[in-house]
């Protein structure tokens, strides 16, 4: 099978989030000399193929197969992939049905490594991410078989397919912080305690405020006002509570604890109640790691590009390679109509996607 009619067969799996579809059965037979493990939690299927070439390093290349709901707006059927002057349609063309395509041909066209080689694919990354690549490698670490390390082919490309490594990611905090007055008639302020006064004095040490100053990796972990709301919308009555959502894209250099005590230094003795939630860890890989190296030289060799190194953009599962210690980078096709109505990519950059991969594989395999 060419790349192409593996990518257009992968791509007409209605694979919604849970569900794969049957992509999974498909994808063992199409690299029927790995070995599978696989696990299902809460209706998410896991598929982890390996195979052993020798006793060298494990290189893991790892995705997803699910993609959102199509929605509307489309131009052809989501799930019937169409060519239009060598780009084709279809939901998850980039998003991310190619590095799916790209990886699964690279491994089935290496017939020599110095270890093993391994992709793991779980059905679950565009849904709530529970019960998919975090449990699997769960599985692995339970076998002493975690890679050694991980490529996520999500699509990075800002604007020509190849300008960008993803070498990390920022995490996720989510915050609520609600302050605490005493509500009263507008006539008689002297009688309330306005929280919308109490926070006004203070509101620009929370509103966009970097909570550190970045580094050579990461933009400074900036609080983001979400939103704000109190009182009962009539203008003769003051609120009593005040109710402020905020999200913190976090570096490695802010944690939950450091929110926390930068907003119990700014309140003071002021009355609140403050709840915060980490979605996602951050986590970077070096520069220098093998796998950042081996795969800037494959692109460089492959399409001519100088890749910058980003940790740009929301989350993936990378992250949870990340919190298992795995060195992990990303990379994949351009990412310009993801989630979007009529998601389309070149048939060209997978090609080049899996000629890249191919030299990654070729590059660590020689590499001691």
């Given amino acids: ?30 690299l029927g000399d790995f070995e599978a493990i696989e696990i299902e939690i809460e209706n998410t299927k896991n598929l982890f193929l390996y195979k052993h070439f020798g006793k060298g390093i494990h290189l893991c290349f790892a995705g997803h197969i699910d993609v959102v709901p199509a929605g509307h707006g489309w131009d052809t059927p989501p799930f019937e992939p169409v ?107 002297e009688k309330a305690q306005n929280p919308v006064h109490l926070i006004a004095p203070i509101l620009d040490k929370l509103a966009g405020y970097c909570l550190d100053e970045g580094d050579e990796s990461f933009a400074p972990s900036q609080m983001v006002i979400t939103d704000i709301r109190g009182g009962l ?25 450091a929110i926390k005590r930068y907003i119990e230094s700014v309140m003071g003795m002021m009355a609140y109640r403050l709840s915060l939630t980490q979605s996602a860890h951050s986590f970077v890989t070096a520069h220098d790691s093998r796998v950042v190296v081996a795969l800037q030289h494959s692109i460089k060799a492959i399409v001519g590009m100088n890749a910058k ?47 890249i991969f191919i030299n990654v594989i070729n590059t660590m395999k020689e590499e001691k």
Avoid: W
């Fill in 83 to 189: 060519i239009k002057e060598g780009v084709v349609y279809a939901r998850g063309a980039q998003d991310m049905k190619s590095g799916v395509c790209a990886f699964l041909q690279a491994c089935k066209e290496t017939t020599s490594f110095n270890g093993t080689l391994s992709v793991l694919l779980t059905s679950d990354e565009e849904g709530d991410a529970k019960y998919g690549t975090r449990e699997m490698l769960k599985e692995l670490q339970k076998r002493h078989f975690l890679p050694d390390f991980a490529i996520v082919a999500e699509p990075t490309c800002e604007v020509v397919f190849g300008d960008a490594i993803k070498i990390g990611r920022r995490g996720s905090i989510n915050g609520v912080l609600e302050i605490l007055g005493k509500s009263g008639h507008a006539a008689y302020p």
């Fill in 309 to 355: 190194l980003s940790t740009a953009g929301g989350t993936s599962d990378a992250r949870f390679f990340g919190e298992f210690g795995v060195p992990t980078v990303e990379f994949g096709v351009v990412n310009d109509t993801i989630h979007a109505p009529n998601e389309c990519c070149p048939l060209a950059s997978v090609e080049d996607l899996v000629k």
């Fill in 233 to 257: 919308e009539v203008t003769n009555v003051t609120p009593g509570e005040l109710k402020i959502m905020f999200n913190v894209r976090n570096s490695t250099k802010t944690d939950l604890e």
């Fill in 1 to 30: 099978m060419t790349t192409n009619e593996l990518f257009l067969k992968l791509l007409r799996y209605v694979s919604i989030t849970p569900k794969d579809d049957g992509a999974f059965v498909f994808i063992k037979e199409y």
